[in-house]
Structures are given as C-alpha cells and as structure tokens.
C-alpha cells in the first residue's frame, strides 16, 4: 500500500512516532540538529544491538588484554584494539558507542537539502509493520513498529554492521595474539618439564 504525501515539513502536528512519516521527521530532525541522542531513540532494535554488541567486544577485549598481555605491552594494544576508547571517551554501552561514532558535523541545512528529504512517499506492507519511505531525493528509509507502537528505522543497520566492522576485526587479532601467546607458554613450560625430567629422572606428569 503507497500512501502519497504531500507538503510533509516537519511541523508539529506531523511528528507522531506512531506513524511511519512522523518517526522519520523527527529522525531527519535529529540529524539536521546533531542529537545524537534522539537519533539513537529512533534506530530500531536490530540496529541498537549491533552497537550494543560492539561495546562488549571492546571491554571483551579491555579485559583480555589486562589478562594475557605483559604489562609493558597493554597500552599499545589498547591503541591499537581500540580500547582505549572506554576510559578515554567512556564508552559504556552501544548508545555511548554510537553517539561517538555517528554524531555527525554540522550538516549544512540548504534549502536543497531540506527538499531533498523531505517525503514523497510512503509505502507500508500489509501487515503494517514495515515501512520504506522515499524522499524528494529519491532516498529510502526502512522503519519498523515496535513493541511500544514507535516507528523506528532499521535501514541503517548495515550501515552500522560497516562502521564498527573495525571493531570485531581487531578482537579477530587479538583473539589470535592470545592464542598464539597462550601456546608459547605451553611449549616453554613442556620444555621445562621435559628438562627436569631428563635431569633428574622423573616421571613426567600426564598433559591437562
């Protein structure tokens, strides 16, 4: 079902989050005027979830590195993993990971922009749980309704799966690091044993 629309500015009486237009007003809104925060209110639960996931790989890997690197080499890997990130910018959650990530620059609110995305159509499936709308510019948007009966946008889910794809490629390597390190410390401890074993004639124990 398309529903057309017309002369869809923004104004208050359009921006009800309990229709698919009104939700993505006031997400267009929240970019305009860089609230991050709002903006993250509207982004559906898939898309919230990848952030989520994010922000515990990175103390995933805050606590791997205190666990299994020598000291003198975990600031390094902080930098380098990107964990660094919890303290120095406290990222404790997907919505603090977010706001750090997306908040944009200041987007230069031209009158061709404003058109641009403004609405030119609304298209909702017939279950009515699902929304594309497509913008003077031809853009499109992808909702959902949710539990509390709020549209929000899903279609920047692989967008955000993209910009932190950064993020589970270095637990990647570090998760190899550790392992690699783990496995060093077993062949210097078999050697050990393998030495005490021929010096002094003991019986070596049965490997764990």
């Given at each position: 079902?398309?529903?057309p629309?017309?002369g869809?500015?923004?104004?208050?009486?359009d921006l009800?989050?309990?229709?698919?237009?009104g939700?993505?007003?006031?997400?267009?809104?929240?970019?305009?005027?860089?609230d991050?925060?709002?903006?993250?209110?509207y982004?559906?639960?898939?898309?919230?979830?990848?952030?989520?996931d994010?922000a515990k790989?990175?103390?995933?890997?805050?606590e791997?590195?205190?666990?299994?690197?020598?000291?003198v080499?975990?600031?390094?890997?902080?930098?380098?993993?990107?964990?660094?990130?919890?303290?120095?910018?406290?990222?404790?959650?997907?919505?603090a990971?977010?706001i750090l990530?997306f908040?944009?620059?200041?987007v230069?609110?031209t009158?061709?922009?404003e058109?641009?995305t403004?609405?030119s159509?609304?298209?909702?499936?017939d279950?009515?749980?699902?929304?594309?709308?497509v913008t003077?510019?031809?853009?499109?948007?992808?909702?959902?309704?949710e539990?509390d009966?709020?549209?929000?946008?899903?279609s920047?889910?692989?967008?955000?799966?993209?910009?932190?794809?950064?993020i589970?490629d270095?637990?990647t390597?570090?998760?190899q690091t550790?392992q690699?390190?783990?496995?060093?410390?077993?062949e210097?401890?078999?050697?050990?044993?393998?030495f005490?074993?021929?010096?002094?004639?003991?019986?070596?124990?049965p490997?764990?």
């Amino acid at each position: 079902m398309t529903l057309p629309v017309v002369g869809l500015c923004g104004c208050a009486d359009d921006l009800d989050p309990r229709q698919p237009q009104g939700a993505y007003l006031i997400f267009r809104q929240a970019l305009f005027t860089q609230d991050a925060e709002t903006a993250w209110s509207y982004l559906d639960a898939g898309t919230q979830a990848v952030f989520e996931d994010r922000a515990k790989a990175l103390d995933d890997m805050s606590e791997d590195i205190v666990r299994f690197l020598p000291q003198v080499d975990q600031r390094l890997a902080r930098k380098q993993t990107g964990a660094e990130l919890l303290k120095a910018k406290q990222i404790t959650d997907g919505k603090a990971l977010f706001i750090l990530l997306f908040t944009p620059a200041a987007v230069p609110v031209t009158p061709e922009i404003e058109v641009g995305t403004q609405i030119s159509s609304v298209e909702v499936n017939d279950a009515e749980d699902e929304a594309i709308i497509v913008t003077e510019s031809g853009q499109q948007y992808r909702l959902v309704v949710e539990e509390d009966g709020v549209w929000r946008v899903s279609s920047w889910r692989d967008l955000a799966v993209e910009r932190t794809k950064w993020i589970l490629d270095n637990q990647t390597a570090l998760t190899q690091t550790v392992q690699d390190l783990i496995a060093e410390e077993k062949e210097e401890v078999d050697r050990i044993i393998d030495f005490l074993v021929k010096e002094g004639g003991a019986q070596k124990p049965p490997s764990p």
